[in-house]
């Protein structure tokens, strides 16, 4: 195998969870990849790799994207938010203690991508009904827990957002 | 910049169809040319005859717009292609302009008057909708040139439209799809377009489930001989989403309920469409 040219870098500076991250990526590099390797964030997990699963799903400027599906430099100067950015000060964020407390997880794989979806939907309809919630989550696929519990803690969550 | 580049060189929109090609090396492009930085691509406005999109409108903004549910199959198809994140990605123009036989809004936008406007490096041009797609993954545009925007003329009173899909989960494309659009006077059909998605290489406008409708009362007999001159037209290709017998009859049943959720919304009511899973 002859060995490959070296790719031009591109400078690339991206808000992740809060924290501005400055690097130079090849413009290859997809922005799961950034997350994960870049800014050492591993929460955000790879499952399928062909924009079908969710688990890579992250918010960007507050939308839930699929990072496996989006090149870093087209996230530049963009904010990013990642399982990691959900807990503030020590504290679960309302979500991710609504999945443990409904029991809306079981492997946790997809989890991450799940609860920004889910962040996305509460954010612009805090008491959604099954069918919203299911559209919500559609991009998400989640192969251990039936779905139910994660109905039931999405709805939770938005009652405890709330009330809070 | 594109020219600069050569042929070699592919611009990006919403991504969502062109990088997981990129991944199963369907595609190889040198270059990359992001559309996503340049301003003033994304709107929906509206004039006396048409509604118009921007070329960078993401499916997620045509969902919640309020305009674009002047022509609710519009709103039908964003709001069902996919999931909420490749929504919040996907470009209508993208979409058009990638020209996926399997991708929604080709089949949506050519049972209405649709203008695809471009810009090159000659200047810009606008073409219909029917001579844009020529064949699967391949359009009219110019190597240098990209979608600017698109002009759907909003239909005459008495008109009402549907688009359904039939998906076996979110994320997949359809196993087929559905657009048609009505226009009533009374219960006499006065015009009728009808496409099929999925089932060709482009979307398909069944010319022959067209003509059983047009001048006739929509009743289940005229619905019937519709949907079975449609089952005539689509040419589908057996695949993981089912044989083609399968598509067929996907096909006859997509067009007969479109049919009449368009006919209820030519007549005034409020109705949902959705697409359909598995």
């Known amino acids: ?164 | 910049m594109i020219g600069q580049l050569g042929e070699g060189a592919k611009f990006i929109a919403g991504g969502q169809s062109l990088i997981p090609l990129l991944k199963l090396r369907f595609a190889n492009p040198e270059h990359l040319v992001d559309l996503n930085f340049i301003p003033g691509t994304s709107f929906i406005k509206e004039d006396s005859v048409a509604l118009r999109f921007g070329a960078m409108t993401r499916h997620a903004e045509i969902e919640r717009s309020t305009l674009a549910q002047k022509i609710p199959l519009l709103h039908d198809c964003a709001a069902g292609i996919a999931d909420v994140q490749v929504r919040n990605r996907g470009t209508i123009g993208g979409s058009l302009a990638e020209a996926d036989p399997s991708g929604d809004w080709a089949n949506a936008l050519i049972t209405l008057d649709t203008t695809v406007r471009c810009l090159g490096r000659k200047g810009a041009r606008a073409i219909d909708l029917r001579d844009f797609i020529k064949d699967a993954y391949t359009t009219a545009l110019e190597h240098d040139e990209v979608v600017t925007e698109l002009e759907v003329k909003i239909p005459p009173p008495g008109s009402g439209g549907a688009y359904l899909a039939f998906k076996r989960s979110a994320p997949v494309y359809p196993s087929a799809s559905v657009a048609v659009q009505l226009t009533l006077a009374d219960d006499t059909c006065q015009n009728a377009a009808i496409a099929l998605g999925c089932v060709g290489l482009t979307a398909i406008r069944a010319t022959e489930a067209e003509t059983a409708l047009r001048g006739k009362n929509l009743n289940d007999e005229t619905i019937a001989a519709a949907a079975e001159a449609a089952r005539a037209a689509a040419d589908p290709q057996p695949d993981m989403r089912g044989s083609a017998d399968y598509k067929r009859q996907l096909v006859v049943a997509l067009v007969k309920r479109a049919i009449q959720i368009a006919a209820r919304r030519a007549r005034g009511e409020q109705v949902e469409g959705a697409h359909l899973y598995a």
Request: proline share 4%.
């Open chain 1, 1 to 164: 195998m002859p060995e490959a040219a070296a790719v031009e870098k591109i400078a690339v500076n991206i808000n992740v969870n809060g924290k501005a991250y400055s690097r130079q990526v090849e413009p290859r590099m997809l922005l799961v990849e950034f997350v994960r390797e870049a800014c050492d964030l591993t929460g955000t997990h790879v499952g399928c790799d062909t924009t079908y699963c969710g688990a890579c799903t992250v918010l960007m400027n507050g939308l839930a994207v699929k990072s496996c599906t989006m090149f870093a430099v087209q996230a530049d100067g963009s904010e990013i938010t990642t399982v990691e950015g959900l807990e503030k000060g020590g504290k679960l964020h309302p979500i991710q203690k609504a999945f443990g407390d409904s029991y809306g997880l079981q492997c946790g794989y997809c989890t991450p991508g799940l609860m920004l979806s889910a962040h996305q939907l509460l954010s612009e309809n805090p008491e959604p009904n099954e069918k919203e919630i299911r559209k919500a989550i559609a991009g998400n696929t989640c192969r251990c827990t039936g779905y139910m519990n994660i109905f039931k803690a999405i709805e939770l969550a938005g009652r405890n957002m709330k009330g809070a």
